[in-house]
């Protein structure tokens, strides 16, 4: 009888946690050893700065334009296919597309594409927006590349357009069968994309800058209604938990999560902030449309309030109502912005589409979401939830201090208040998709093996970069649930911990919501 009260209380429990998320939660198997289920005690004497009191906030940094855009989003949108995200073979893709070496797309003093209408200000590691005036639209005639048929000597380079050659940095040189191989920078000889010089498919995909700005449609997309494609999605997932089931066995499971991933535009500071928020409290979202009736048609809207918090990208405090319609690229019917990480989802797409809404003011069904790009995802998090941003300069602060902010707005290693990083422009350390310069993240948690402490952290691309392409000490690229918890409870893609001490490092700012 016992062991029946036990479970109806157990099923109690977690009917209440799915209802508290909004979402399936999948219960472990009893522990044998309760030790497992607390953290170890960190050694005070060797971490003689801890301490109970949060630390002070610091003052908020002026006209942030913290932002990139989804290389793996972007690339699908030119190529008009979808690519393996998770091969390690897709980084030849992306160099290839982009016109940028892979271990140069991540940092903005390399001048990526990724960082479109972005510049970076060098004396204090920040990024800061170019000009309209300041972009060039590429040609096509600017791309031909020279006839290197001919060359037989190098002095035949300087020929071709290279001048200076003793002058030229060397990026790689290494000798093989008594030949010597070199790579140079080569920007005089032919012309790649940057974040200045783009073409006018990269422009409108990814910069605010338009020529018209009555009406603005991406290029090879239309406006679609969503509920169509919501319910082919569901029609896949559908065809997919079909054919894991199995006569005779036990079902396999197939997780699906309604996580935001980002999309081409430069604005991870807001997804990441969106996903913060949902994240460490489910109910600051609406993802309850509404359907309006005009006669014989039905108008499914989605009503959602934002919050006036001051500064750019930002509007008067009102709710805004969206219709199901967003872009969708022509070739692999995928939205080109953001979109939940299952494809299945519709309130990630009509929360940014009702952002760029209320941010310019429009009343179109169409607005401009290129106008969501370089933010504050600090700032953005407050004008989701309505509360207050705290900001917390991580140079000024220890790690020990870090990762004691986290632990103090989370309960059982997961944010009860949401919670966002970003990283600095530009450093030694951005050279691949984990770490990503001038990038927002969101703050997901916490965890502790042995005594070493890591923050928990999203990247809102929603792809965790394949082992083997780069590394970075101190990265956890996988949180199993036996590691952390809350892994049960979101798509892995993108998800990582970094140890303090090295968060610290290559993170300038973290803030909270509350």
């Not at 000889?189 to 974040?195: F, I």
Request: glycine fraction near 6%.
């Amino acid at each position: 009888m016992g062991d029946i009260r036990n479970q109806d209380r157990d099923g109690n429990v977690i009917a209440l946690v799915e209802a508290i998320l909004g979402r399936k939660v999948e219960v472990p198997a009893p522990s044998t050893s309760s030790a497992e289920d607390y953290d170890h005690l960190v050694d005070l004497e060797k971490h003689h700065e801890f301490s109970s009191r949060e630390p002070r906030p610091d003052p908020a940094p002026k006209d942030l334009s913290i932002g990139v855009a989804n290389p793996y989003a972007l690339t699908e949108a030119l190529l008009g296919r979808q690519i393996d995200r998770h091969s390690i073979g897709t980084a030849e893709v992306l160099q290839n597309v982009l016109q940028t070496d892979y271990d140069e797309m991540f940092d903005l003093k390399h001048r990526s594409v990724l960082f479109a209408g972005i510049k970076l200000n060098e004396k204090d590691r920040r990024a800061e927006r170019y000009d309209e005036k300041d972009i060039k639209i590429l040609k096509e005639r600017d791309l031909i590349t020279p006839d290197f048929s001919r060359v037989n000597r190098l002095d035949d380079l300087e020929k071709l357009g290279l001048k200076d050659l003793k002058d030229i940095r060397v990026k790689a040189a290494r000798v093989q069968n008594g030949k010597l191989r070199l790579v140079l920078q080569a920007h005089d000889l032919a012309k790649t994309v940057t974040n200045r010089d783009i073409t006018m498919s990269i422009n409108d995909l990814i910069t605010p800058f338009r020529q018209d700005q009555r009406h603005w449609t991406p290029p090879n997309a239309e406006w679609r209604d969503m509920y169509d494609f919501f319910f082919q999605q569901v029609n896949k997932r559908l065809i997919s938990n079909i054919a894991h089931f199995r006569i005779g066995d036990d079902r396999e499971t197939v997780r699906r999560f309604d996580d935001p991933v980002q999309g081409c535009t430069s604005n991870s500071w807001f997804v990441a902030a969106l996903f913060s928020v949902f994240w460490s409290n489910p109910s600051d979202i609406n993802r309850a449309t509404r359907v309006h009736r005009h006669g014989n048609n039905d108008r499914r809207v989605l009503s959602v309030r934002f919050h006036d918090k001051g500064g750019r990208q930002n509007n008067k405090t009102e709710t805004v109502e969206v219709n199901y319609e967003i872009p969708i690229n022509n070739s692999n019917n995928e939205p080109l912005y953001c979109r939940s990480s299952d494809g299945a989802d519709i309130w990630p797409s009509l929360y940014e589409k009702a952002f760029a809404k209320w941010i310019t003011g429009s009343k179109s069904e169409h607005p401009d979401i290129t106008q969501t790009n370089a933010g504050d995802p600090i700032k953005g998090m407050a004008q989701i939830n309505g509360r207050d941003p705290h900001y917390y300069e991580t140079d000024k602060h220890s790690p020990q201090d870090l990762i004691g902010l986290v632990r103090s707005n989370s309960v059982n290693n997961k944010t009860i208040n949401p919670m966002a990083a970003f990283t600095y422009a530009t450093g030694k350390y951005y050279n691949g998709a984990n770490i990503v310069a001038n990038h927002a993240y969101s703050v997901l948690g916490y965890c502790v093996i042995g005594e070493n402490q890591y923050i928990v952290l999203r990247n809102p691309w929603g792809v965790t970069e394949p082992q083997g392409l780069t590394s970075y000490y101190g990265l956890l690229s996988r949180l199993d649930p036996e590691i952390w918890h809350p892994a049960t409870l979101l798509d892995q893609g993108g998800v990582f911990a970094l140890e303090a001490q090295s968060f610290q490092r290559v993170f300038a700012y973290v803030g909270v919501a509350k």
